[in-house]
């Protein structure tokens, strides 16, 4: 079963970046799909970006294209967000998701993290 932590989530200012990381505790790391989702204050979850097992399949929120990568290494059991340019309405909860299926990995992942604070001053 995989557990997802989050780390690297901090305050930034307005056009600063930041490096989220996500350790699952699983050895079969490489068989699931990873992706990130965030929540802001009084908004639902929203998906951002996802990773498909090898790496080479990526997809995004339009609100984040251009300006977030995700990228992983499997033999680190890793997947990591890099954040650049980044506003004040980027400020939330951001969570780490995995699942075996890249299609529930967008909608509905069956493994959660805890979740990392951002917030993003003007």
């Known amino acids: 079963q995989v557990q997802p932590v989050e780390s690297g989530g901090g305050l930034v200012q307005a056009g600063g970046s930041l490096r989220l990381s996500c350790v699952a505790s699983?050895?079969?790391?490489?068989?699931?799909?990873m992706g990130w989702f965030r929540q802001a204050p009084g908004k639902e979850r929203e998906f951002i970006a996802a990773?498909?097992?090898?790496?080479?399949?990526?997809d995004y929120d339009d609100s984040v294209k251009g300006r977030f990568t995700i990228f992983r290494d499997n033999a680190k059991n890793t997947v990591y967000l890099q954040m650049n340019s980044l506003k004040p309405e980027d400020t939330a909860v951001y969570y780490c998701?995995?699942?075996?299926?890249?299609?529930?990995?967008?909608?509905?992942?069956?493994?959660w993290g805890q979740g990392t604070q951002v917030t993003v001053s003007s």
């Open positions: 998701a995995a699942d075996r299926s890249w299609s529930l990995l967008k909608s509905a992942p069956a493994y």
């Open positions: 699983e050895r079969t790391f490489s068989n699931y799909a």
């Open positions: 990773i498909n097992r090898s790496g080479v399949t990526r």
